[in-house]
């Protein structure tokens, strides 16, 4: 008996070409898109009068680069982006270590069903003035409250996720001869690693919404306070221009999150599937 | 050449003595099972000797499977005892091989990792359990699949790297519960050749279930009918057809057709 790959045929290099070339050619669409909607929105403020309200592209840039000169926008981003990191990274490894835990340990996840299920509903949002309480109106609250917004995603990702252990299978790998031990790192951590990913994936935004919300309600500086800033002097191009700096940042950071999911993950998705002959 | 078990309490002593320990591997005494209300299984008493390759037919439902999980250690009997190696199970036991129609690959591992894993769990030397993995890959057909997640198999496949994962780390005895059931007609064949020629070169106890009889009398040395549910033996068989066995010529015999015939009746009349 010899096992024959036969990878599923399909006359590869001509559909890729011309996938390749739909690709490029959408590319080209979005940016024309892009291109259209910033026209457009110049055109019609100015048209309608309605610059105080939306500004106008041109006017965010002006914006942008009156902010970039004097030197804010360097010190603001960094301190938002400290902020949202620090936060993610408490945030994401609390989350998953008692995701696991509460998934795993089936006797702590009937414990604890009830408080995770009230917390499931509370929104969050309205602990922020009480982490001004408690952690002051500096970094610190902002970090604690992004770190708080992405445990709760990671947490109920990982809980969810983990309690759906086929336990079919751990009581096989006890037949196979693993020890307690063996089954928590070569079956229960592998498994609930998938799913503390696709939880820092769903939080790794809120991280950043924790920073903003926290410098909302109480800062002298950062990206989220230089918008609340603005608004306050009906500044909308220098609103718009923080915003376009978020969006900016959460751009950035899916594209990095993708890229290490690529690379740990690759089981996920590793390609055709395999269709075989067996030779005689 | 058969015998009817009319009180199954009487053919086997309802202690295992030590040397009856000696020369059966597995006994099962006056076992039964129930699940709630439901009376599944017996009252069962079996033995299966020491390399012996037993099947065990039955009509579903009758608690074949549960008979090869009390040896597993995964279920306990509702009464009654089920001994191994003189020894009453208690837990899961690791000496067992079990290979059901269930995969229980896990995905994040390539073949070549799900096959590795047992001997991980078993601390075997890494250079060896190389080899094993190689020998017990080519052994099932899966040559050149090392490198493939369970994703991009196909169900016969990852039965397959099953049977590859447990011939790897060579159990003493294997429980197989119907592992053929998602394989085409031709590598069934192949296989039950494979599983003969394993059975001849281990030497391990094989606790074979189908519902194939043709499969059973092609394999084993042994064939128990099970009754309706509840189900207990109600038919022992001695096939006493040469070895080593041509899988396919086997069929041809003239005994070969008796047993079938005989087996059937026990099945049908039920
Ligand atoms: N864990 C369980 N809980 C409840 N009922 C079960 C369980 N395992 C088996 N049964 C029931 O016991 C009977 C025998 O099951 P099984 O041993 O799987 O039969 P089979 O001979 O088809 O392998 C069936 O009716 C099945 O539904
Ligand atoms: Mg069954």
Redesign the pocket.
């Known amino acids: 008996m010899s096992g024959i790959i036969e990878i599923r045929k399909i006359p590869r290099s001509r559909w890729r070409r011309k996938l390749s070339s739909e690709r490029a050619f959408d590319s080209f669409l979005q940016l024309a898109m892009l291109t259209g909607t910033l026209l457009l929105w110049e055109w019609l403020s100015t048209a309608l009068h309605a610059e105080f309200w939306v500004s106008r592209p041109s006017s965010v840039a002006q914006a942008m680069l009156v902010w970039a000169r004097s030197g804010n926008l360097a010190s603001d981003l960094k301190l938002t982006l400290t902020e949202a990191g620090i936060g993610f990274l408490i945030g994401s490894l609390a989350g998953a270590i008692v995701g696991f835990l509460l998934g795993w340990v089936d006797r702590l996840g009937r414990l604890f069903e009830p408080l995770v299920l009230s917390l499931y509903t509370l929104p969050k949002v309205a602990l922020a003035p009480l982490f001004v309480l408690w952690f002051g109106i500096g970094p610190l609250n902002k970090i604690m409250f992004s770190a708080l917004l992405v445990f709760f995603m990671v947490f109920f990702t990982t809980f969810q996720g983990t309690r759906q252990v086929d336990r079919d299978l751990v009581a096989n790998a006890r037949l196979l001869g693993a020890s307690p031990m063996s089954i928590w790192f070569k079956i229960a951590i592998p498994f609930a690693a998938v799913w503390v990913f696709t939880g820092i994936r769903i939080g790794l935004p809120y991280a950043l919404i924790g920073a903003i919300v926290g410098e909302f309600v109480a800062a002298d500086s950062g990206v989220g306070f230089r918008i609340k800033e603005a608004t306050s002097f009906f500044d909308t191009s220098a609103v718009f221009a923080g915003l376009i700096v978020l969006m900016a940042i959460s751009m950035v950071l899916l594209g990095l999150l993708k890229l290490i999911e690529l690379r740990l993950m690759r089981w996920q998705n590793p390609g055709d599937i395999i269709t075989t002959e067996i030779g005689a | 050449m058969s015998s009817m078990v009319s009180n199954p309490r009487l053919e086997v002593p309802t202690t295992a003595a030590p040397d009856m320990a000696r020369e059966n591997l597995i006994h099962f005494d006056a076992v039964t ?1 129930k ?2 209300q ?1 009376h ?2 017996g009252p069962t008493t079996l033995s299966v000797r020491r390399g012996e390759f037993v099947a065990i037919v ?10 090869l ?1 009390m040896v597993a250690g995964t ?1 306990r009997p509702s009464s009654g005892s089920v001994h191994y190696d003189g020894q009453q199970v208690a837990g899961p036991n690791s000496d067992v091989g079990y290979i059901t129609q269930k995969n229980y690959c896990v995905p994040w591992r390539t073949v070549e990792g799900n096959v590795r894993m047992p001997m991980e769990f078993r601390g075997v030397a890494r250079a060896e359990m190389d080899e094993r993995v190689k020998y017990a890959l080519a052994q099932v057909g899966l040559t050149g699949f090392e490198r493939a997640y369970p994703k991009q198999l196909s169900g016969g496949m990852l039965q397959r790297v099953m049977i590859a994962r447990t011939l790897a780390y060579g159990p003493s005895v294997y429980l197989m ?1 119907e592992p053929f059931g998602s394989l085409d007609a031709q590598l069934r064949t192949r296989m039950h050749a494979k599983l003969l020629e394993i059975w001849q070169k281990t030497q391990a106890t094989f606790v074979f ?1 189908t519902h194939d009889l043709q499969e059973a009398i092609t394999l084993a040395d042994r064939v128990v009918v ?1 009754s309706r ?1 509840p ?1 207990c033996p109600k038919l022992v068989v001695d096939i006493n057809l040469p070895r080593p066995r041509d899988v396919v010529d086997i069929q041809a015999d003239p005994a070969f057709g008796a047993y079938v015939k005989q087996l059937w009746h026990a099945l049908d009349v039920d």
């Open positions: 099972a699940f709630g439901l599944a299984m039955g009509p579903s439902g009758c608690g074949k499977s549960t008979l999980n279920l519960d279930v099970m549910r189900g």
